[in-house]
């Protein structure tokens, strides 16, 4: 099992340009997740899926950020147009939906994103 | 709205003694983790609390859980260099229907242990 896989490891990328952050599930996991990591703020929940269906997107701080699951396997957030305040480190995790699996959440490596 | 608070956010200990983080919820919750964060790393799963009076160990490290006081701790023994990380815990929402929710994470607790 490679876990999940997030690319790029590092972004950097000029203000007001767009950036997509991509995330590859557990084979097996149904359930997606995308965090921001920050000094400030510490780790936020920004969306999360469940068998590819949005659930809560209460986390996304503006209409700059989206996210999708174009498949089952497979996710993507997008930051457009970037802005400093953007920078950070972004976390996908990706779990199983049945709770009486009791399974945990496993983390992708993250993103670190810096915004100039 | 879940808040999940720990203290303290700064641990300086020396290797060989005891010491315990704490970790308060505000709302019902059914499991709770803790997380292990080295500098520019992910954060690695220590533990998953499923239970009231649940209680797991793994190596100096002890983890509790009280539901009804809405309470865990991590209990570290003997403490070693090699246990200095940053530490989290992290609780998931009661949802009705089932369904995995999202994790609201604790602030953390900076873990630095000196020789």
């Known amino acids: 099992d490679a876990g999940v896989i997030q690319s790029p490891r590092h972004e950097v990328t000029e203000m007001g340009q767009e950036v997509t952050l991509r995330c590859k599930l557990i084979s097996g996991h149904n359930s997606l997740f995308w965090y921001r990591q920050t000094m400030m703020r510490g780790l936020e929940l920004l969306i999360y899926?469940?068998?590819?269906?949005?659930?809560?997107d209460s986390g996304m701080p503006e209409d700059r950020f989206s996210a999708k699951m174009p498949n089952a396997s497979f996710s993507t957030l997008k930051i457009q147009p970037s802005e400093p305040r953007d920078s950070a480190v972004y976390f996908c995790?990706?779990?199983?939906?049945?709770?009486?699996?009791?399974?945990?959440?496993?983390f992708g490596s993250g993103t670190r994103l810096t915004v100039v | 709205e879940l808040k999940v608070e720990q203290n303290p956010l700064f641990l300086s200990m020396q290797e060989g003694k005891n010491y315990t983080i704490y970790c308060n919820y505000s709302?019902?919750?059914?499991?709770l983790y803790w997380y292990r964060q080295d500098p520019g790393k992910s954060l690695e799963s220590l533990f998953v609390?499923?239970?009231?009076?649940a209680v797991k160990q793994e190596g100096r490290l002890m983890a509790s859980l009280d539901t009804k006081a809405r309470l865990s701790t991590l209990h570290i023994t003997a403490a070693v260099h090699d246990l200095s990380a940053t530490y989290f815990c992290a609780v998931v929402r009661v949802v009705s229907g089932g369904g995995a929710d999202g994790l609201t994470f604790g602030k953390g607790t900076h873990l630095i242990i000196q020789p």
């Open positions: 709302t019902t919750s059914d499991r």
């Open positions: 609390l499923l239970s009231n009076g």
């Open positions: 899926f469940n068998n590819n269906v949005p659930i809560d």
């Open positions: 995790a990706s779990s199983h939906s049945r709770r009486d699996r009791g399974s945990g959440y496993t």
